[in-house]
């Protein structure tokens, strides 16, 4: 790896930014994703170590207007509240491996985590419910907690509760989520609708291609004949689903 290698790879990840924001400006209305653009600064910004090449990706909050339509099984604490409106607060933070990036049959993340917040305003009050997908190389080996490679948790919040908790368990097997798959995710459980028009794009269609790729195919192929023919689950699978004897 050299700089201009370094660099090349650098402008690679700020033209797919480029591409999301314009897909999204293009086919979802009232979409607020500035963090893109600015995302693009942290990248170019990552320094250059020869040894240890790393890129920083970082998006603070891309915010998707949400039909109060489209919110399927909610339910309220009383029953006289109703939604106002709504808005998904979807926003990433990752580290990639630019070696990696270079070989496109790896997953380049070294480190990546995804969160999604459906945030609702009633008559009544201000709701949020979340979640987010975090991937840790390696993790499940040094961690003494049961701790997948790649899982998902959810919280919530009801402001006018004082009663919350929160329990960072259980960790749910899940497969990792950059911006575009976790977009996908969830925008078809919060704004189908929206969603469908979206992938009238062909750009965020092969967005998710790319990362379908990157990040999927690796992933999915540790599950192969990871349980052999007595039920036994396998050493390297475990690292991925600690779940599993």
């Keep these: 790896m050299n700089q201009r290698?370094?660099?090349?790879?650098?402008?690679?990840?700020?033209?797919?930014?480029?591409?999301?924001?314009?897909?999204l400006r293009a086919k979802v209305p009232y979409a607020s994703a500035e963090a893109l653009m600015q995302c693009k600064s942290t990248i170019n910004q990552s320094p250059f170590e020869p040894r240890d090449a790393r890129i920083q990706c970082k998006i603070d909050s891309v915010?998707?207007?949400?039909?109060?339509?489209?919110?399927?099984?909610?339910?309220?604490?009383?029953?006289?509240?109703?939604?106002?409106?709504?808005?998904?607060?979807?926003?990433?933070?990752?580290?990639?491996?630019?070696?990696?990036?270079?070989?496109?049959?790896?997953?380049?993340?070294?480190?990546?985590?995804?969160?999604?917040?459906?945030?609702?305003?009633?008559?009544?009050?201000?709701?949020?419910?979340?979640?987010?997908?975090?991937?840790?190389?390696?993790?499940?080996v040094a961690s003494q907690e049961v701790h997948p490679q790649s899982h998902l948790h959810f919280s919530g919040q009801n402001e006018s509760i004082r009663e919350n908790i929160y329990i960072d368990v259980p960790r749910l097997v899940h497969y990792p989520l950059d911006m575009i798959?976790?977009?996908?995710?969830?925008?078809?459980?919060f704004a189908p609708n929206t969603f469908e028009k979206l992938k009238e794009h062909s750009i965020f269609l092969h967005l998710c291609y790319l990362s379908q790729k990157r990040l999927l195919v690796p992933y999915?192929?540790?599950?192969?004949?990871?349980?052999?023919?007595?039920?036994?689950?396998?050493?390297?699978?475990?690292?991925?689903?600690?779940?599993?004897?």
């Design 181 to 189: 798959l976790g977009l996908s995710v969830a925008m078809q459980n």
């Design 63 to 140: 915010i998707i207007r949400v039909s109060v339509d489209d919110i399927k099984h909610l339910s309220l604490p009383e029953e006289d509240d109703a939604p106002n409106n709504a808005e998904l607060h979807l926003s990433m933070d990752g580290s990639i491996d630019a070696d990696l990036w270079m070989n496109h049959n790896e997953n380049p993340w070294e480190k990546l985590s995804f969160r999604a917040e459906l945030v609702i305003i009633t008559m009544k009050g201000r709701y949020s419910k979340s979640f987010h997908v975090d991937q840790i190389k390696g993790n499940g």
């Design 5 to 23: 290698e370094f660099e090349r790879i650098q402008g690679q990840i700020c033209a797919q930014m480029d591409e999301l924001y314009e897909a």
């Design 220 to 245: 999915f192929n540790m599950y192969t004949n990871c349980i052999d023919a007595d039920g036994k689950s396998n050493k390297n699978i475990r690292e991925v689903c600690p779940y599993l004897v």
